[in-house]
């Protein structure tokens, strides 16, 4: 289980909003499941021009990437800028909290990591195991249905992805 209070939904649902139809993406941090802090972090993958950096996509996905331009690729893939995410890690630390998920968007598909999707968890998965940080999960925000956006939650291990209950909890007043 997985407890995002409303206000970090609603603007994970905004921050998706605001990028549509590029996808977002960003950090979620907390303590034990319930998420307290959010950070959004930029999609690099906008500006991204070299063949190079498509590296770690898988081969049907990279030759689709490759037939599009830098702004179509946000369309539909993301990749975090590494220096704002070293300074979230480094404020998640400083707070002591623990990364508890990575969140993106999909603007025209529904709220189920794709293969890319599963192919970068398992590349953080490698990484993660070498720095010893805790399993984070995968958040999806899907505005495949403009009105009625969807947010899931998946853990990604050994290139399976199971969806994990996610709660919106309301704050208290
Ligand atoms: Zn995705």
Redesign the pocket.
């Known amino acids: 289980m997985l407890s995002i209070p409303s206000d970090i939904w609603q603007d994970m649902i905004e921050h998706a909003r605001a990028l549509d139809p590029h996808e977002c993406c960003g950090i979620l941090a907390g303590t034990d499941d319930h998420v307290t802090m959010q950070y959004r972090i930029t999609n690099i993958l906008a500006r991204m021009h070299d063949e190079a950096d498509l590296a770690h996509f898988d081969q049907a996905k990279l030759s689709d990437l490759k037939n599009l331009t830098p702004e179509e690729r946000a369309d539909v893939a993301f990749q975090m800028d590494a220096q704002e995410m070293s300074l979230a890690q480094k404020d998640i630390r400083q707070k002591g909290m623990t990364l508890k998920a990575f969140y ?1 968007s ?1 603007t025209f598909s529904p709220a189920r ?2 293969l ?2 599963v192919t970068i968890a398992m590349e953080f998965e490698n990484y993660r195991e070498r720095l010893n940080i805790p399993e984070p999960y995968h958040v ?1 925000i899907s505005l495949e249905d403009k009105e009625r956006p969807v947010i899931r939650a998946y853990r990604i291990q050994e290139s399976q992805a199971t969806e994990i209950p996610v709660q919106r909890r309301s704050l208290p007043v």
């Open positions: 993106h999909h990591p794709s890319t999707d999806i």
